[in-house]
Each structure stands twice: as structure tokens, then as C-alpha cells.
């Protein structure tokens, strides 16, 4: 890692903030990740603390209850987390739900809910992914079907962030069978005493094991029809893309933050464990494969503070999102590979940061668009 590397972004104020970020994480996380892999959950109290602390919905206008900053907030409470290997408070989704109703929302929709979001009160979740669709989302198979002012749904869900804790799920449904994209819409769902819906098992991962994610069934479950995002039936497929960009711009970011978190420790590990009689950094081989990691480590830095950048400016593009997606997150594997080597036996257990990291990493490359989706994504545009 470059010591002397700052991101260009930051300033005095996002420090101050970043410092206040990390005591909280430190003080109020990390102390419990234990336990919340263990019950496969943070539990809500988290995201109460977290919402009175105003670390939720830090790039959501103060007008609508949230913070009032902007991406590069959202960016270091991320970085703060991944860096820890603290993968079960998916902030990015919740961040993720709160932009859907900000970017697209009627005004009712936006004072109804995003305070609440912001508070965490409500835990916020993606309806997205089903058995038969993941990244292909023409293939939807959950139908809404209006029935006077409201909509009954019918379906189910699988692989669902938050899919356990989620007070707020932004549901993606068939409005129109039979009309291709034009047919998606999306309905805010509130799932307190909600009958119908139901949430299966908390899904055994091979990663990311404090994470709740869950299968979600609905039953001829009402939704009130003031609840569509927006207002219009068929506009979901195109909200859904408006901010997938973000969505693909948050993994990107959390990848590089484990990159540097898991080259760190394994810093610290190399020059403390010791091999025939010296510490393993003195070997060549470590000297040589801390110089690629640094390296590759450094150049996703810069791609990424890049990134941040142009999310800030408004002008992040689907296709350099996509690039951020996919490479990012494939050197993020290969870079915490070669920390779990570099720990030797040790880098197997998952009492050790670098297991974990590297655990986790591994859905990385799958969600938010699988990698080969965003090269083909990334191969139109040439």
C-alpha cells in the first residue's frame, strides 16, 4: 500500500467523518461479528444505532430525513466495514432502496418512507433475484395483479440482502406479463404483520455468513397500489437500470476497501510470523508477492477513487461501472488469495481476518451483474 496516497475526494470534513466511522465501527461492531455469524444476522439494534448516529442514508436529501452528503459518505462507511470484513450490515442495499424512492418515488412515497429508512426503522431490501431469474431479469416469474386500489401478489424470491430483517423490500414484479420489459414494475413492500408474505431459511453461504440472506414467498399478498415506485405500472425496468451504476459503484468499493484491508493484516502477519529462524517479509517471495499485492491494490484505488468521483459528479456511465464491477472485484479474489497464502495454515482458519475477507469476497463476482454480464455489457459498447 502507498502510505502516502490520499483520495482525492476527501477533505477535512469527510476525515472527521471517516474518524467517527471507524470508533463506531470498532466500538460497535466489530466486538459482535462473532456472534452475528453465528446467528446469521446483525439483529436490528445495529441499524437503529446506526440510524441515530447518521450513518444511514448519508447521499439522501436532509428534506426526506437523510444526512444530506453525498456518495463519498456512503463510500467511507463502506470502506470503514469491508476493510474489517464486517459483511453482514448490507448498508449498500439498504443505501440501494433509499435511492430507488429518492430517484423515482412519488413525494408521498419519499416522506413515507425514507425517514424511516434513515433512521433505521426500516431495514431496507431488493426483490430482485428468483430461482429462474437472476441477472436475466426479462425472466420474472412474481406477478402483481391490481384488484381495486390494490395489488395481490404472487411469488417468490431467493438470495434477497436483508431478506431476514427487511422492514422495506423494493419488490420487482410482473405487471403485464407478456410485455417484456415494459411489463416490470416495482411495489414498496412493508412487511410488518403483512399477510401472506413469508421469509423462508436464512440461506447457509459460503461466505458473508452475519449476512441475512433469505428466500421471501408471497401468497396473494396486498399491496396498496400507492405503494408502486413512482406511480406508473411498467416503469421498473427502467429504474432498475437508472441505478444500477450505483449499485455496481458500491461493490467496487468494497472490494478495494477488503483488498487493503486483507494486505494490511497480512502485512502485519508476515512481520510477525517467523520461518527458519527469520520473519517470513524476509524471504524474496514475500518481498515479491507484497510488492504485486500493493500494486494491484493501489491501481483499484485509483480506479475506484475514479469512480466515487464521477458518482459525486453525476456522470458515472454503465459501461466504465461495469469495467469498476468486474475487475475490481476479480483482483479483489486474487489479491486476497495470495493473503491466504502468505498466512499459511492459518490463512484457513476463519478465526483470521484474511479467511473470512476471502470468503466473502467470492459472491463479489456474482452479485449486482455477474462479471460475464458486465463484459457483455462492457463488449457493446466497443
Known amino acids: ?46 441499524w ?12 439522501i436529501s436532509a428534506d426526506y430525513g437523510g444526512v444530506g452528503g453525498d456518495f463519498r459518505h456512503e463510500a467511507v462507511l463502506y470502506e470503514e466495514t469491508s476493510r474489517r470484513g ?45 430461482p429462474a431469474a437472476g441477472s436475466d431479469l426479462q425472466g420474472l416469474r412474481t406477478r402483481a ?42 411495489l414498496m413492500v412493508e412487511t410488518d404483520n403483512l399477510k401472506g408474505f413469508r421469509v423462508g431459511r436464512i440461506l447457509d453461504k459460503m461466505g458473508m ?11 396473494d399478498v396486498r399491496v396498496p397500489a400507492a405503494n408502486l415506485l ?48 527469520k520473519a517470513i517479509v524476509e524471504f524474496q517471495n514475500t518481498k515479491f508477492k507484497l510488492a504485486e499485492l500493493a500494486t494491484k491494490t493501489h491501481i483499484a484505488r485509483l480506479f475506484v477513487d475514479d469512480i466515487i468521483a464521477k458518482v459525486v459528479a453525476g456522470t458515472l456511465d454503465t459501461v466504465t461501472a461495469s469495467m469498476a464491477k468486474y475487475w475490481v472485484t476479480d483482483t479483489q479474489q486474487e489479491v486476497l488469495d495470495e493473503c491466504v497464502q502468505l498466512h499459511g495454515g492459518y490463512g484457513y482458519m476463519n478465526e483470521y481476518l484474511v479467511c473470512r475477507l476471502f470468503a466473502d469476497s467470492r459472491v463479489q463476482r456474482i452479485y449486482g451483474g455477474t462479471n460475464e454480464i458486465m463484459k457483455e455489457l462492457i463488449s457493446r459498447a466497443l
Open 86 to 130: 464486517i459483511s453482514g450490515f448490507g448498508q449498500g442495499v439498504h443505501s440501494i432502496c433509499a435511492h430507488y424512492l429518492e430517484n423515482h418515488g412519488t413525494e408521498e412515497q419519499k416522506r413515507r418512507f425514507l425517514p424511516r429508512l434513515a433512521s433505521g426503522e426500516l431495514i431496507g431490501a431488493i426483490g430482485m433475484s428468483e
Open 48 to 59: 437503529r444505532k446506526a440510524g441515530d448516529m447518521g450513518l444511514l442514508c448519508t447521499d
Open 209 to 219: 455468513k452475519s449476512q441475512d440472506t433469505a428466500e421471501l414467498f408471497f401468497e
Open 230 to 277: 413512482g406511480g406508473a405500472p411498467g416503469q421498473g425496468f427502467y429504474q432498475l437500470m437508472g441505478d444500477l451504476p450505483y449499485e455496481r459503484a458500491l461493490i467496487a468499493v468494497a472490494g478495494v476497501a477488503a483488498m487493503e484491508g486483507g494486505l494490511a493484516e497480512t502485512i502485519r502477519y508476515v512481520k510477525d510470523r517467523k520461518a527458519f529462524g
Open 1 to 46: 500500500m502507498n502510505a502516502s496516497y490520499v483520495s482525492p475526494w476527501m477533505d477535512e470534513d469527510l476525515s472527521i467523518f471517516r474518524d467517527a466511522v471507524a470508533r463506531f465501527v470498532e466500538a460497535e461492531m466489530v466486538p459482535h461479528d462473532e456472534q452475528w455469524r453465528k446467528q446469521q444476522c446483525v439483529g436490528k439494534d445495529i
Open 145 to 186: 395483479v391490481l384488484d381495486g386500489d390494490s395489488y395481490i401478489v404472487n411469488g417468490s424470491k431467493i438470495f434477497i440482502t436483508n431478506g431476514f430483517l427487511a422492514g422495506l423490500i423494493a419488490l420487482v414484479v410482473k405487471t403485464s406479463p407478456g410485455e417484456g420489459a415494459k411489463g416490470t414494475s416495482i
